[in-house]
């Protein structure tokens, strides 16, 4: 009981620390000028975050690394500013330096977004979009994405979206059915499928999240840092090393097994006893345990047995603020990743779609500030972004 | 309907086909939740027999708790032995969690309170005076005791039946503890949840048929014990 206690507490502890503040783990300024011309001195109010006074200052919460960092460099040469070791602390009294946009630009190594250019470029649509029924996938819905960047879908179209969260088969059909105006889901041949149908048009890449490979901290299986993820698997099975599969014919499951069917090892074929066309691919052995639970529980009784398995980045990461100790040893294979796509209902086939909205959400989704908003979601809570922005603007800009 | 018939026929085919992960399943239901009642059986029929006919102080209490825990929810004991076992709780050594060993200590705490609650108020059922009787004719109290244990035969096989059936039945306790690790601590309860979340309701049914099927076969086996009581 006093356990969970603790861990209820410290959980809480960690909302609140993370709240606000954005941790300073992401990229901090590439490039240092030699000297900073503050054009506005700031003293720290009670309340003050880096990020709130950037917002103020330059109309970006990103710019918070420019001003801690010319405020670093002028320390350097006159005390009385503040020295600033950890961006998310800042104290009451601490002189800041706010350069000008310029500098704070080459600080930050990228452009900011001035306020008030922002209105003018963000208003394409004249009219309100209105209703507008998105169905998704419950990833994005669950890890709270959409809940982070549609206010601002809805703000600037006047829009009010729908989100209808089900499994990414489920939301294609909706689409089928013209039930939906527009989709995101994550499943590459299903999606390819559906617009060759003619159900979907403008297809667009939004962004990908990722599979990685977690184990014991011991690493009995010596695959830390490996690239190469089916090579990583060989080694989990040749050492006899505890994998947990989840077993559960689930989009996770399903991926596990391809990858498994990648290392070349001799793997078992299980016929479904209900539908034998269905194979279920494993290797052989005890130490691969196949369990047909959620990834929470594939989670706990991989935590539990210190064993390896296959996460989903977002879940795993909402596992560790629980306290559980596996750690990602193999990430960044492309064979790990897993794309999402948005696409509009044929207005076409249902003319009773919001086709309007649909484009509206579609450009959206791929402008760069939006690609900017998801490439930030989470990094607040977990130190690092859930999913990684991957539409062509995005990529252009990069 | 259509799924419940189909999955009647489909049960009955897989079951003769002899697949050898189904009687796997089947076998360690059975031998999980024998071994659990077997302790349970060995554990409660004693202590409800005493409950019923010693007199000592807190004995009201202790007949409260029992009753309670012929109540308790099967999870929340599955929650208490999956923290007792965790690697970070007190018998974290033993590395039981997800081993059927686990599943046996979760059984047995599940049913022990139904075996010895049943007894209990089997015993108390004999009439009082035979006790004293018995005395009075000579037998020493373990010769009492085992008398009245027979005599109150019903009630004590009603007592085994009814702990058996609610641990070959349960779901949450083992799936918790247990895991639900294909080969190794899969039951029939915890593949059916896992079928019918996969969307292969013929299956799940087909396992709920064998689940039912042993259950009958086990209380046939136990009301042959009582035989004699209903002739």
Redesign the interface.
């Known amino acids: 009981m006093l ?1 969970y206690l603790w861990k209820i507490s410290l959980f809480v502890a960690l909302l609140v620390l993370s709240g606000g503040a954005i941790t300073s783990e992401i990229t901090h300024a590439q490039s240092s000028p030699e000297a900073v011309t503050c054009e506005q001195e700031v003293v720290v109010q009670a309340d003050d975050w880096l990020s709130k006074i950037a917002e103020k200052a330059y109309g970006d919460v990103l710019a918070y690394p420019a001003i801690a960092e010319a405020t670093n460099l002028k320390n350097t040469e006159d005390e009385s500013f503040a020295q600033i070791e950890n961006y998310d602390l800042i104290e009451v009294g601490w002189k800041l330096c706010l350069p000008s946009v310029a500098d704070a630009e080459t600080l930050l190594d990228f452009a900011l977004a001035a306020p008030e250019v922002t209105p003018s470029e963000s208003e394409p649509v004249s009219t309100d979009v209105g209703r507008l029924v998105l169905a998704t996938t419950t990833s994005t819905e669950n890890s709270g994405l959409l809940a982070a960047i549609l206010p601002d879908f809805e703000a600037k179209y006047g829009a009010s979206v729908e989100v209808i969260a089900v499994g990414t088969g489920q939301a294609i059909e909706l689409g089928e059915n013209g039930d939906a105006d527009v989709v995101l889901v994550h499943a590459r041949d299903r999606e390819d499928a559906f617009v060759d149908a003619g159900y979907g048009v403008n297809r667009q890449d939004v962004m990908y999240n990722d599979f990685v490979l977690i184990g014991p901290e011991a690493d009995p299986a010596g695959i830390k840092g490996m690239t190469d993820v089916a090579a990583a698997l060989t080694q989990i099975a040749e050492t006899n090393s505890l994998f947990i599969s989840r ?3 689930s989009g996770t499951h399903i991926k596990e097994q391809t990858l498994w069917q990648a290392t070349g090892l001799p793997l078992d074929e299980v016929k ?4 034998p066309e269905k194979i279920t691919y494993k290797p052989q052995g005890d130490w691969y ?5 959620g990834m929470g ?1 594939t989670l706990t ?1 991989a935590n ?3 064993a390896y398995t296959l996460s989903d980045r977002a879940t795993y990461l909402a596992r560790t603020l629980e306290g559980i100790d596996l750690v990602i040893l193999v990430e960044g294979d492309s064979r790990l990743f897993n794309p999402y796509g948005v696409i509009a209902v044929n207005p076409e086939l249902h003319p009773t779609v919001n086709a309007e909205g649909a484009a509206a959400f579609i450009d959206w989704m791929t402008s760069l500030e939006t690609q900017q908003l998801i490439s930030e979601f989470g990094v607040a809570e977990f130190g690092q972004p859930l999913f990684v922005s991957d539409s062509a603007a995005w990529n252009a800009a990069k | 309907m259509n799924d419940l018939i189909q999955g009647i026929i ?1 049960a009955f085919e ?1 079951i003769l ?1 002899l ?1 050898s ?2 009687y796997e399943i089947i076998w360690l239901s059975l031998a999980v939740s024998g071994i659990a009642l077997l302790f349970s059986t060995v554990l409660g029929i004693p202590l409800g027999a005493a409950m019923a006919m010693a007199r000592f102080p807190g004995r009201r209490l202790m007949t409260a708790l029992l009753y309670t825990g012929m109540g308790f929810p099967p999870v929340v004991i599955g929650l208490f032995v999956y ?1 007792m076992l ?3 709780g007190p018998a974290g050594q033993l590395g039981w ?2 081993t059927p060993k686990a599943m046996i200590v979760a059984q047995t705490i599940i049913s022990f309170p139904l075996v010895a609650g049943f007894t209990m108020a089997a015993v108390m059922g004999v009439d009082p005076q035979l006790r004293r009787q018995l005395m009075s004719l000579g037998a020493t109290p373990w010769q009492a005791t085992v008398t009245i244990l027979l005599e109150a035969k019903i009630g004590v096989i009603v007592a085994i039946v009814a702990g058996f059936g609610a641990i070959i039945s349960e779901v949450g306790a083992v ?1 918790l503890v247990g ?6 601590t ?1 039951v029939l309860t ?2 059916i949840v ?1 079928e019918t ?2 969307g ?1 309701f ?2 799940a049914i087909a396992l709920g048929l064998v689940l039912l099927f042993l259950s009958f076969l086990v209380n046939v086996a136990l009301l042959r014990l009582q035989g004699r009581a209903f002739s």
């Not at chain 1, 479904?272 to 539908?275: A, H, K, S, W």
């Not at chain 1, 345990?289 to 639970?293: D, R, V």
């Not at chain 2, 895991?179 to 190794?184: D, Q, T, V």
């Open positions: 356990k077993g559960d014919d479904d006893l209900e539908d345990q196949s369990i047909g639970q529980a009784i539990e047995q210190q | 489909q897989i086909s697949n992960a189904l923290l965790s690697r970070s969690l997800f799936m895991g639900n690790i294909e080969g190794k899969r915890t593949a896992l979340q996969k292969n013929d299956l």
